[in-house]
């Protein structure tokens, strides 16, 4: 023990804690829910194009008043079936000739249409098929929002209030349900909208009306499950009362299965606006809506297919603009369902 | 299992019941009668008609009668067809439907199952991209779309099957294609989701430890256990050939109910129109239970009990 070493304090160096400390320190800002999920969703690039894609759609559709070159409803018979002319362009289908007994036939310049230019062609009664398509596709995704939302509204209430209150008077509201399923989607549609005249409104309503029945069923399964967690029981002991437990608890909860059924519903709608359309108990002229657009189209498919191809189309990229985000946003909100 | 089915045919009869019933109010709602040339006749001429149509009772008497007819499968006269039972138009009518309707369902869901096992088993490679971009097509095309398309470009362009109206087999070939691409697609993206879960589980897992080939793997226990659920989809499937049948009969020339249907929705025919209703809505509730017994038969977890689970 003789050769004890002898350290003055001094050299010793205190270590610098601050760096020992921040290993455990979350570099990254704290993500609500929407956040992770907006994080998920931008990573699936499909979901993007088709998120893109549907906003390119609504604006052109809502800005339709500005954008559209001609008057949707102008009735130009001189005019009538004039292919899709694009200035410049020459390639047949896109250079205003049509195909006559076997040869290519400047249509514009038999109507003596030369200096006009409709970019996808006009109907058979010489209105613009461009902004019929614009104008069109805001009706039809009016209705669809619309009927959705209202559609929201009554399956959220009813599931949730079905759920919570479980017992009874849940097994009368699952009844009920029941019997609306089992009468077929499209005939509650059609007698309803018999009864309240065909036009934009009742269509609207009996969408909404016939299709509130899968959001309510998929709330009031996940409330069922929700009210039995412990931080509602806590706001119960608390005395929290049950409109209050609804909107703070149990709706922020329920909020990712309210946004992908939306998501789901919304081109269904759109799907059963343009079905009732077609079939022609839909929206009435001279107002148009894809289905009607379609219906219009279809008469003449053999002669001129532009003339229900466009409409098919943006009815189609609509479609599969939605049920792509929806799936999307399904991931996002749910990443288990993807691994 | 007696009571169960005992409880379930009674919540049949009583749907029936209901529909029936507020049909029949909906209806009487409407302005319409069976009297083409209204302004050329006289009272007397107006009131015998309406007489022979037995509208001229009350309303509850009208209802009572409709009732009781229905269960002497007794539809009343259509206003468009005179003096032709509506029971005869759907008798005479349904059988194209129902065979379109199954050819639509089998065309659409064998398919459909291979493309969402497919899918399943080569998850996030190009298999399963292709197959997920058939489905999201299948479903998000409207079926009178490809129905228009595929008449033109099948049938008239190409010729190989007829173009419209009704005869033998391959008259049924379009509208069946036309009808199964919903079903197609709604399966395989439901098989997909099921299997990519099944494939996850430890069983499957055991199997392959336990050495199982990779395809006996999938064929005996994979695919098997993802097909059970696939009876739950049978009813909104049927409902979808339902619906795509009244626009697709249409654009083909069946004569089949939902032509019919949508027919007489154009006319105002309000007595086929019900029954019209009254059909779909038993087709769609017989089917509904078939599928919830066949689903307790082949799936020994699930308990056919009064429960609602």
Known sequence: ????????????????????????????????????????????????????????????????AIISPHNPNAVNPQFANLPPKWPGVDINGLNGTLNQAGSRVNAYAQAHAGSHVYWLGTDYLGRDLLSRILYGTRISLTVAVIATAVDLLFGVTFGLFSGWQGGRIDNFMQRLIEIIMSIPQLVVVVLLILVLKPGMMSITIAIAFSSWTTMARLIRAQTLELKEQEYVLAARTLGESSVKIAFKHLLPNLSSIIIIQTMFTIPSAIFFEAFLSYIGIGISSPQASLGTLLNDGQKNFQFLPYQMWYPAIVLSVIMIAFNVFADGLRDAFDPQTKE | MAKYLAKRIFYLLLTLFI???????????????????????????????????????????????????????????????????????????????????????????????????????????????????ISILGISIPSFVLAVLLQYYVGLKLGWFPIADWGGFSYTVLPTLALAASPFADTARFIRTEMVDVLNSDYIELATAKGMSKW????????????????????PLAV?????????????????????????????????????????????????????????????RIRLTGNSN
């Open chain 2, 240 to 300: 979808n050939i339902m619906t795509g049948s009244m626009v697709i009969e249409n654009i083909f020339s069946v004569p089949g109910i939902g032509e019919q249907f949508v027919k007489s929705i154009l006319t105002n025919d309000y007595p086929t129109i019900m029954a019209v209703t009254i059909v779909y809505s038993v087709m769609l509730m017989v089917v509904l239970l078939l599928t919830d017994i066949v689903y307790g038969i082949i799936d020994p």
């Open chain 2, 19 to 133: 529909v029936i019933t507020v049909t029949f109010f909906m209806m009487k709602l409407l302005p319409g009668t069976p009297l083409t040339n209204q302004a050329k006749l006289s009272p007397q001429e107006q009131h015998l008609i309406l007489k022979q149509y037995g509208l001229t009772k009350p309303v509850w008497q009208q209802y009572l009668l409709y009732v009781v007819g229905i269960f002497h499968g007794n539809f009343g006269t259509s206003f468009q067809f005179s003096d032709q039972p509506v029971s005869y138009l759907i008798s005479s009518r349904i059988g194209p439907s129902l065979l379109l309707g199954a050819q639509a369902m089998i065309i659409g869901v064998l398919p459909g199952i291979l493309f969402g096992a497919l899918g399943a088993i080569n998850k996030n490679t190009w298999i399963d991209s292709g197959t997920t971009i």
């Open chain 2, 216 to 235: 006996g793997v999938i064929y005996h226990h994979a695919l098997r256990n993802s097909l059970i659920p696939v009876v739950t989809i049978i009813g």
């Open chain 1, 1 to 64: 023990m003789a050769d004890q070493i002898k350290l003055p304090a001094d050299s010793f160096e205190p270590v610098d804690k601050s760096a020992h400390l921040d290993s455990e320190k979350i570099a990254a800002p704290n993500l609500t829910f929407l956040q992770d999920a907006w994080r998920r969703l931008r990573k699936n690039k499909s979901a993007v194009i088709a998120m893109t894609i549907l906003i390119l759609f609504f604006l052109a559709a809502f800005g339709s």
